[in-house]
C-alpha cells in the first residue's frame, strides 16, 4: 500500500510539472571604480579611478576628467591627472600620510560627488623572507614570505625581482627578467587560502635584486582584500566559496577601495 502511495505522489509530482519562462532584468549600473593606496613614503602617490564593466576580461575605461582631492585635518591636496586622458590621478612628489590621521579621497565627476575615508595603522619590522636553490642548482626560488595568519598585525607583502642588470640577461628584454608576487596575513584563516588554485612558480638566478615591502591594513582594508582574494586568486581551488559583492569603504554609486599603508622596506640580493 505504502508503494503504491508514493508513485501516485510521484505522478502527481511530474504531471503538474510546467516549464517556465523567466525573463530577468539585467542591471547594468555603471560604477566609478577606484584603485588607491597612499602610503607613509615620500613620493607621488596615484589614485586610479575607472568605469565598471559587464563582461568578463572586458578593459575598464578611464574615468577622464574628475576634479579628485585628498584631504585630512590639517591640508588638502589636489591630484593631477598624469598622463592626460588616463583616469590617474597623482599628488605630488612632497606627500606623505601620517599614522594618527584621518584620510578624506573626493571625487567630483560629471556632477556627482563620491568620498571615501581611512586612516593608517603604523608599520612593523620583519623578518626577511627566505629563498633556496632549485634542485637543478642553478636557479633558487622563493620557499616561505610571511605567516598567512597574522591575527594581531595583519599587513599586505610585495616583492619586486629584477635580474635585468646581470650579465648574463644584459640583452635580454628587461620584462622578461623582472616578476613581482603578492602576499598576504590575514587575522583569518580560509580553506581556500590554504588549498588555493595552483601558480606559476617562478626561478630567478643568483644576483637577483628582491625589494620587500611590507604594507599595514587596516580591519576594513583587510576585509575589502580577503573578499577580493576569494574572488580572484583563491577563487577555482578544491574548496571555492559562494561569491558574492566585494565590500567598499566608497560612497554610493562607487566601488573598490581607498586606503592608507605604512611601509616597511627591505633590500636582499641573492647568494650564489
Known amino acids: 500500500m505504502r508503494k503504491i502511495f508514493y508513485i501516485i505522489v510521484l505522478l502527481f509530482l511530474f ?29 607621488s602617490h596615484e589614485i586610479k579611478i575607472t568605469h565598471s564593466v559587464t563582461e568578463l576580461n572586458e578593459v575598464p575605461q578611464p574615468v577622464i576628467g ?5 584631504s585630512n585635518e590639517d591640508s588638502v591636496w589636489n591630484l593631477t591627472e598624469q598622463p592626460a586622458n588616463s583616469g590617474i590621478y597623482k599628488t605630488g612628489t612632497s606627500f606623505s600620510a601620517k599614522t ?9 565627476y560629471t556632477g556627482k560627488t563620491y568620498t ?3 586612516y593608517m595603522v ?7 623572507l627566505v629563498y633556496a636553490k632549485n634542485d637543478d642548482g642553478k636557479f633558487y626560488h622563493i620557499v616561505r614570505v610571511c605567516n598567512p595568519y597574522a591575527p594581531n598585525h595583519p599587513a599586505m607583502w ?19 627578467c623582472k616578476a613581482k608576487f603578492m602576499y598576504y596575513s590575514l587575522p583569518t584563516i580560509d580553506v581556500s587560502e590554504v ?14 635584486k628582491i625589494v620587500e615591502r611590507r604594507y599595514s591594513l587596516t580591519p576594513e582594508h583587510v576585509e575589502f582584500l580577503r573578499a577580493l582574494l576569494s574572488e580572484t586568486t583563491w577563487s577555482g581551488g578544491l574548496f571555492d566559496s559562494a561569491h558574492s559583492n566585494v565590500p567598499t569603504n566608497l ?21 650564489p
Not at 66 to 70: C, S, T
Not at 122 to 128: A, D, I, K, T, Y
Open 100 to 108: 594618527g590621521k584621518n584620510y578624506t579621497l573626493l571625487i567630483d
Open 66 to 70: 574628475a576634479n579628485v582631492v585628498i
Open 122 to 128: 603604523s608599520g612593523e619590522n620583519f623578518v626577511p
Open 195 to 208: 588549498l588555493p588554485p595552483e601558480i606559476e612558480k617562478v626561478s630567478f638566478p643568483a644576483g637577483t
Open 251 to 271: 560612497s554610493e554609486g562607487a566601488a573598490g577601495f581607498f586606503g592608507a599603508c605604512a611601509v616597511t622596506t627591505v633590500t636582499i640580493y641573492v647568494l
Open 116 to 118: 571615501a575615508k581611512t
Open 15 to 43: 504531471g503538474c510539472e510546467k516549464k517556465t519562462e523567466w525573463q530577468l532584468k539585467e542591471k547594468h549600473e555603471d560604477l566609478v571604480v577606484v584603485d588607491g593606496i597612499i602610503t607613509d613614503e615620500q613620493k
Open 158 to 176: 610585495e616583492l619586486s625581482l629584477d635580474w635585468s642588470n646581470l650579465p648574463a640577461y644584459i640583452d635580454s628584454l628587461p620584462e622578461k
